[in-house]
């Protein structure tokens, strides 16, 4: 029990050093060498928990699915008004970036350019996921609420994740100086406005 709670301490903090690594270097490749000397170990240590690199960005991956899946059902079930829903979920997605700048250059592709298209399509498939939650919501809001998008759910959908994503790579483009979050509200306030029927 001891030996696999500390592995899963050493995973933990290979992770946290690449995501500060992705932070620290806008732009920048990380190696498997640079890596295992940022954690203190061997880079023959960090294979011994990531069979690979793209393990190690697989790991990262798992870890924003876990964060914003996990409150995204939260946003579902605490609040019933489904604008609100939508702009939680937005809002989420840009605090989150904000406040994992590193791990954002995933989100990005700008970090896994030319590492293996696995990590590519998990990306796109997390994208995926959160665009049909947004459709979902704008189908049952007809449904429940009797709130009528002037587009069709799906294209409203997009419209909606295509403002966070735009503001997600002006966050990285920026060198994270360019805080994705503000002025968002007024923003949303604006969008929100617009999509739905009178």
């Not at 709130?147 to 419209?159: F, G, I, M, P």
């Amino acid at each position: 029990m001891a030996i696999s709670e500390r592995k899963a301490s050493r995973k933990e903090q290979i992770l946290q050093a690449l995501a500060h690594m992705l932070e620290a270097s806008p732009g920048g490749r990380i190696t498997t060498a640079a890596l295992a000397k940022e954690v203190g170990v061997s880079e023959a240590a960090l294979y011994r928990h990531f069979p690979s690199k793209a393990k190690m960005f697989e790991g990262l991956i798992e870890f924003i699915e876990t964060s914003l899946f996990s409150r995204i059902t939260l946003i579902l079930k605490e609040e019933p008004d489904s604008t609100q829903q939508c702009g939680q979920i937005l809002h989420l997605l840009l605090a989150f970036s904000e406040k994992n700048p590193g791990i954002t250059r995933i989100l990005t592709g700008d970090a896994i350019t030319g590492e293996t298209d696995r990590l590519r399509q998990r990306v796109v498939q997390l994208f995926d996921r959160i665009e049909t939650q947004l459709k979902q919501i704008l189908r049952e809001a007809e449904l429940k609420e009797g709130k009528r998008t002037q587009l069709t759910a799906v294209q409203s959908a997009n419209l909606m994740l295509s403002a966070a994503e735009g503001r997600i790579c002006q966050y990285v483009r920026s060198g994270f100086t360019r805080s994705p979050i503000e002025s968002w509200d007024d923003q949303w306030k604006l969008l929100s406005l617009s999509l739905f029927r009178a």
